[in-house]
């Protein structure tokens, strides 16, 4: 079945020890996006691809970054995890940037920051 | 300020049984508004998406309404199952043609209890 994957699906890392999450999706979709949602509350966009073109959000601390090296793949590193940064980070894909397209979601990885 | 709200924060319900959820939106101008349900630590699925022009959707028990002049819609679940258990996000795109500007509820927590 066609899906959005993340990997790993639970991540323990210590205080400023860098870590990267991964996504892949068997979709094709042009879009990828990159989320953090934290216990009660809603998604919090990071960024998103639109096929290699980086779109970043304008309060993405600078300490997260992605990149995509094909239209399967993208990742998400955490150049020095804070605690403030233990999230679920969900990973999305959508086939283009219109209004209507459904965003499908990956599982999610689970970050514990020590 | 564009803002999606949802209610009631939590409900219990007994198997078999319907219940409506709501959700109140100030995002203007509207494109868009979807309904989500997600499962403790999973991602997000889409049940519905509507345009301004639609003002109602199904898909299976679950029927979604949108009074676009109110800025209301509503999330129906008919002969609720124990699967139904889980958070229902209300989303609401912003400007249309901009998929990514995607304004989050906060969800409604949904306890089934056979």
């Known amino acids: 079945d066609a899906m959005v994957i993340q990997n790993p699906r639970y991540q323990v890392t210590q205080f400023g020890k860098p870590v990267t999450l991964s996504c892949s999706q068997t979709l094709n979709h042009n879009v990828m996006y990159w989320y953090q949602q934290k216990s009660s509350q809603a998604p919090k966009l990071l960024f998103h691809y639109y096929d290699k073109d980086f779109n970043n959000e304008a309060d993405t601390p600078d300490n997260f970054q992605s990149r995509r090296p094909n239209t399967s793949f993208c990742f998400l590193d955490i150049r020095s995890p804070g605690l403030g940064d233990a999230a679920m980070y969900l990973c999305?894909?959508?086939?283009?940037?219109?209004?209507?397209?459904?965003?499908?979601f990956g599982p999610g990885t689970r970050l514990t920051v020590l | 300020k564009n803002q999606v709200e949802q209610s009631p924060q939590s409900l219990i319900i007994l198997e078999g049984k319907n219940c409506t959820l709501q959700c109140n939106y100030t995002v203007s101008p509207f494109s868009n508004l979807r309904w989500y349900k997600q499962d403790t630590g999973r991602g997000p699925v889409s049940l519905t998406i509507?345009?301004?022009s639609e003002n109602t959707k199904s898909n299976g028990r679950y029927t979604a309404t949108l009074d676009a002049d109110t800025k209301q819609s509503s999330l129906h679940i008919t002969a609720s199952q124990l699967s139904d258990s889980a958070s229902y996000i209300c989303v609401v795109s912003g400007p249309a043609g901009n998929n990514r500007k995607l304004i989050w509820g906060l969800g409604t927590s949904l306890a089934v209890n056979p």
């Open positions: 999305a894909t959508s086939r283009a940037g219109r209004a209507t397209d459904t965003q499908y």
């Open positions: 509507m345009t301004f």
